[in-house]
T-cell receptor, first 114, second 115 residues
């Protein structure tokens, strides 16, 4: 089955700097790669996703890149703000029973210091 | 849109007791998922339903865990008997099919502590 590894486990940056989180996956058949943000006491929320037919996607200060050959994808946050502080999870989809079952990485705790 | 609603938010119980967690998915969503989150194992998929029917329960850890979805607006996850190692945050999530890669909408979770 699919296995997703995520690095780093913790990341500390100064406000205004960029943050990069990287993930690798094992199943070459995976074709959907979402990123979720989890704030304290809340459930994960989708912030951006990318499909395998696209190499890069951007939404304001957030961008995701995908390298299918190397089986890795990354989240880039530019001009970080304190409200970006949260735990971020990458995921990859593995087909099961007609639905693309998501397998999550272990998470990255991002701290943005003013 | 009220989002996915889970209850209770916190549950503290003694080992051996029965625990029931509840979930109300977003209206109209036809997939419902139960996840467990721990520091050691991260987010684990326990079971998911499509149109109230369990599709994949391969993530359910043991026979002590059971899940039901009696109708489109309600699901339960039951642990009987509970053990300290079941302590975790349990999330329910729902989504709408039509696009196979539709995003999951998570509830705010139930933090379970078994003493």
């Amino acid at each position: 089955g699919e296995n997703v590894e995520q690095h780093p486990s913790t990341l500390s940056v100064q406000e205004g700097d960029s943050a990069v989180i990287k993930c690798t996956y094992s199943d070459s058949a995976s074709n959907y790669f979402p990123w979720y943000k989890q704030e304290l006491g809340k459930g994960p929320q989708l912030i951006i996703d990318i499909r395998s037919n696209v190499g890069e996607k951007k939404d304001q200060r957030i961008a995701v890149t995908l390298n299918k050959t190397a089986k890795h994808f990354s989240l880039h946050i530019t001009e970080t703000q304190p409200e970006d502080s949260a735990v971020y999870f990458c995921a990859a989809s593995s087909l099961s029973g007609g639905y693309n079952k998501l397998i999550f990485g272990a998470g990255t705790r991002l701290a943005v210091h003013p | 849109d009220a989002g996915v609603i889970q209850s209770p938010r916190h549950e503290v119980t003694e080992m051996g007791q029965e625990v029931t967690l509840r979930c109300k998915p977003i209206s109209g969503h036809d997939y419902l998922f139960w996840y467990r989150q721990t520091m050691m194992r991260g987010l684990e998929l326990l079971i998911y339903f499509n149109n109230n029917v369990p599709i994949d329960d391969s993530g359910m850890p043991e026979d002590r865990f059971s899940a039901k979805m009696p109708n489109a607006s309600f699901s339960t996850l039951k642990i009987q008997p509970s053990e300290p190692r079941d302590s975790a945050v349990y999330f329910c999530a729902s989504t709408l099919s039509g696009a196979r890669n539709s995003p999951l909408h998570f509830g705010n979770g139930t933090r379970l502590t078994v003493t």
